[in-house]
């Protein structure tokens, strides 16, 4: 056949390419009524793949005789929308990655293997015959068919296929027989929209002034805007999306809200079903595939009208898409780490935009980039100045530890204010980024170190488990506390979440204490009692890493103590004040939420560092102000735009080899207005048995970047240097190690 017009399918395959692939309709079809957003099966290589078809067109670069047939189509009508297709593509586009693999990540597993959006199901129905089957005498001949018939008027004479599977295991292999005698019927049942539950809808407390004003002004306009609705935890916030999802509910179009992967708790869907009398699609990493289908096809076909999830829920498919709510903007979960590298709140903007609705990021402590657009007029700035109700703002102070050093890591005016507040039966939240028992395990006489075998790195003592554990590679090794080297004894250093629950347990008693980090809470099931215990004042102190610092709401809290913030003050990388203040904001917004008041104190050994005088005298405001004019005047991100190609390998030579090959690329592709800086080898150079460097390439301006990194990610992917390493390209990238 020679391909008339529009006859060549340009499909998306899950490869780590960035091109799509061209393919004749199957076999016996001329491609007619083939839309984009279909998906098809293709033959790739030496398999089959799960194809989306991303667009139509008459010709090939490829000759004729070479183009292959697609083996068969899997939907008839698109699954994926011109909307949907669109951020796939924008998504490719801005993260220079491979449109196959961005549609991969975007559809549900079940899809991605190419399963049916509405899955049938089997369903059983014994007839008449069947009924009058005499049991005895079937009994006799055929036992196994009794049992099935049997098990069939049990379930009042039908039941799905997948029932009987569970009663009686063998039934399939008698099922012939059964419908050769007209005992059975069985037919295909498809799943169909389920419509959403509505519930009354509670009404909420009366907006305060600020929040009025809030509300007034995003009415005010149509269509897509970006705002900021700046103000501290208890500020209402909540609130004020809540009326806005109803103003979008009310015109029966649909809300997607994203959360941190921490912030998704029990507390927030209660909150929206109650208050908005609709149920909450609940989209999240650990949902089973087949509800994961479910939940994305009730988005997809509009009957769900709440969608609430984390990252990957950005990529949900709407029928009616009326809002986008980001929550905690800040929050470093919502950038992905491996794979797509991409940021759900940067791409819950795009989207936005292109869908031309409008969208809210909330946050006590905007990023960089969002203050930034807020400066420039891009974005409106809300602020919700107050803690709505009657929480006052909580008292923040410094215990400097060259004064009162810390026993076991704890100062006495640390212990004081908690003997204090727990008498007058307040809770203490103790803050500590750092689980385990110690980071360190240290030889008494000579000194060594125990460091992990496949890493740059130390190994942190955990005494729970009586084991050495390194947290960049999951490496554990029993704990044996006798030197390797010199056989002398070791004792550990520092202190972890694990160490400082022991020690408040010896002072307070065990019962008071509760630990919440991801080790105590392991197990399922473990952190919901432990967060009930803490939110009902049971447990009077609470231990944590900053699995602690969001979204929980533990109205008894009045002392938040921070343990050792020092390591973000000298951080290496260009974010550690902007990660630092945020963090202690929100681990501090913890403290005294309803009528008591609540009280900071933070250790630090380092008590005349200007970032402690600004933070105490202008809050985040002022490190926020001050990390821009920083920012600003060495041009880093918000002021110019990064990205990061890294390079892994066993050895360390193949990685600086495909680095400098990749920079010399980039010099020959002509570095306009782009700089490169490396490469370098990663500050923990060695992990997991792998070597690491890295490439930075910066401009003033996106375009210039983009349109460089373009030609350079072709050039590496078929580059026999790209062959020996595993590599990655970082757009925007959170972290530079
Ligand atoms: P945020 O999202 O900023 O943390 P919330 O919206 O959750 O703030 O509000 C914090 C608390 O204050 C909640 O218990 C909420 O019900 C209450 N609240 C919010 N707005 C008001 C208001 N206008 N009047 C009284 N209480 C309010
Ligand atoms: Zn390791």
């Not at 079937?138 to 029932?163: F, I, K, N, S």
Request: proline content about 7%.
């Amino acid at each position: 056949m020679t391909p008339g017009p529009d006859t060549i399918l340009r499909v998306a395959v899950n490869v780590p390419l960035s091109r799509l692939f061209d393919y004749l309709p199957p076999a016996g079809t001329d491609g007619a009524g083939l839309l984009p957003g279909i998906r098809l099966t293709v033959p790739f290589g030496r398999r089959r793949q799960t194809a989306v078809l991303m667009e139509c067109a008459g010709t090939s670069d490829l000759p004729a005789s070479k183009l292959k047939r697609a083996i068969a189509v899997l939907n008839d009508k698109p699954l994926l929308r011109a909307a949907d297709l669109w951020l796939l593509r924008f998504t490719s586009d801005y993260y220079l990655h491979p449109v196959g693999e961005v549609a991969a990540a975007a559809l549900p597993a079940l899809l991605r293997q190419g399963r049916p959006l509405y899955p049938a199901t089997e369903r059983v129905t014994l007839t008449a015959a069947g009924r009058d089957a005499d049991p005895d005498a079937l009994a006799r001949r055929a036992p196994r068919q009794a049992e099935v018939l049997a098990a069939l008027a049990a379930r009042g004479g039908a039941c799905d296929a997948a029932e009987l599977d569970e009663a009686v295991p063998a039934w399939r292999r008698c099922r012939k027989a059964l419908l050769h005698k007209d005992c059975l019927r069985i037919d295909e049942v498809t799943a169909t929209p389920v419509a959403v539950p509505e519930s009354t809808a509670e009404p909420g407390p009366a907006p305060n002034a600020a929040q009025r004003e809030a509300l007034a002004a995003m009415r005010a306009t149509s269509g897509f805007d970006v705002t900021l609705l700046d103000g501290v935890t208890g500020s209402g916030k909540t609130e004020v999306y809540l009326h806005r999802m109803q103003d979008v509910l009310a015109q029966n179009g649909q809300v997607l809200i994203l959360v941190p992967e921490i912030g998704l708790t029990p507390q927030f869907v209660r909150r929206l079903r109650r208050r908005l009398g609709r149920e909450p699609l609940v989209l999240h990493s650990s949902l089973p595939d087949s509800d994961r289908l479910a939940a994305w096809r009730a988005a997809r076909d509009g009957s769900a009208p709440l969608i609430l999830g984390t990252r990957s829920a950005v990529f949900t498919p709407l029928a009616a898409p009326g809002l986008i709510v980001v929550d905690e903007e800040h929050d470093g979960s919502y950038k992905q780490q491996e794979g797509l590298r991409y940021s759900a709140r940067d791409l819950a903007i795009a989207r936005a935009k292109h869908l031309d609705i409008p969208v809210i990021l909330g946050s006590a402590t905007p990023a960089m980039e969002t203050v930034l657009r807020c400066r420039q007029g891009a974005y409106r700035h809300l602020v919700l100045p107050e803690r709505a109700g009657f929480a006052a703002p909580p008292l923040i102070r410094l215990v400097d530890l060259a004064r009162h050093p810390a026993n076991d890591g704890l100062s006495d005016p640390l212990l004081r204010s908690m003997d204090r507040h727990l008498d007058e039966g307040g809770q203490a939240l103790i803050f500590l980024n750092r689980r385990g028992y110690a980071p360190t395990l240290i030889c008494t006489a000579c000194g060594k170190i125990a460091e992990c075998e496949r890493c740059d790195a130390r190994m942190t003592v955990h005494a729970g488990s009586q084991s050495l554990a390194c947290h960049h590679c999951g490496a554990s090794r029993p704990l044996d506390t006798s030197c390797s080297d010199c056989g002398a004894d070791c004792r550990p250093l520092g202190q972890g979440t694990e160490r400082i629950e022991g020690v408040l347990a010896a002072r307070y008693g065990g019962d008071a204490v509760t630990r919440i980090d991801s080790d105590s809470t392991r197990l399922k099931g473990t952190m919901d009692k432990a967060l009930a215990r803490a939110a009902s004042g049971e447990a009077r102190i609470l231990v944590g890493t900053q699995m602690l610092s969001k979204g929980h709401h533990f109205p008894k809290l009045t002392l938040v103590g921070v343990i050792n913030a020092d390591q973000g003050l000298f951080s290496t990388d260009f974010r550690g004040g902007e990660r630092l203040g945020q963090s202690l904001v929100q681990v501090a917004g913890r403290a005294g939420r309803e009528r008591r008041q609540g009280e900071v104190v933070i250790q630090t050994a380092f008590a005349s560092h200007p970032f402690w005088s600004r933070l105490l005298a202008g809050g985040y405001d002022e490190v926020a102000a001050f990390t821009l004019a920083e920012r600003e005047a060495a041009a880093w991100p918000p002021f110019s735009r990064l990205a990061l190609l890294r390079a892994e390998a066993p050895q360390r030579g193949p990685t600086h080899n495909f680095l400098d090959t990749a920079r010399q690329l980039a010099g020959e592709l002509g570095l306009d207005h782009v700089r490169v800086l490396g490469p370098v080898s990663a500050p923990m150079e060695r992990r997991a048995g792998r070597y690491r460097a890295q490439l930075l390439v910066q401009s003033a301006s996106r375009q210039a970047l983009h349109n460089l990194l373009g030609r350079l990610v072709i050039k590496l992917e078929n580059h026999p240097a790209a062959r020996r390493v595993r590599w990655s390209l970082d757009v925007d990238p959170a972290e530079l190690f």
